[in-house]
């Protein structure tokens, strides 16, 4: 299934539980702003749980388990820089884009649309 920004879904409409469960997996990264590693926990989980009862779903769960391990990189090397100070800087501008991708893929996902993050590493096969 590819899930290019203006794709459709594969073999017709899918259903409400559908698009409401692959925005929850996008959503579900938000969790790791209360719990530490819960950006990447709850998209896994929600993968694993779901990717045999529906393609739509799975799809779009790997797909933001994909994007919040790249985050998660990208936090580290921020961290890393951060002594540099230009780390802070750069991990200011990653929680915003990143905040702002999540929210606009649950959206593509609610309508019952594919989304690609842009520049994340495809780390899930």
Known sequence: M???QTSAPPGGAVTGDERTWAMIAHL?????MIVPFGNVIAPFLIWRARRD???FVGE???EALNFNLSVLLGVAA???LAW???????LAVLVSVWFALTL?????ASE?????????LRIVA
Do not use: E, K, M, T
């Open 112 to 120: 019952g649309h594919g989304y690609r993050y842009p520049l994340a």
């Open 104 to 108: 606009r893929a649950a959206i593509r």
């Open 84 to 90: 540099l100070l230009i780390g802070l800087l750069l």
């Open 28 to 32: 579900s990264a938000l969790v790791g």
């Open 53 to 55: 009862q529906s393609a």
């Open 78 to 80: 921020c961290y890393f």
């Open 2 to 4: 590819n899930l290019d």
């Open 60 to 62: 779009h769960a790997r």
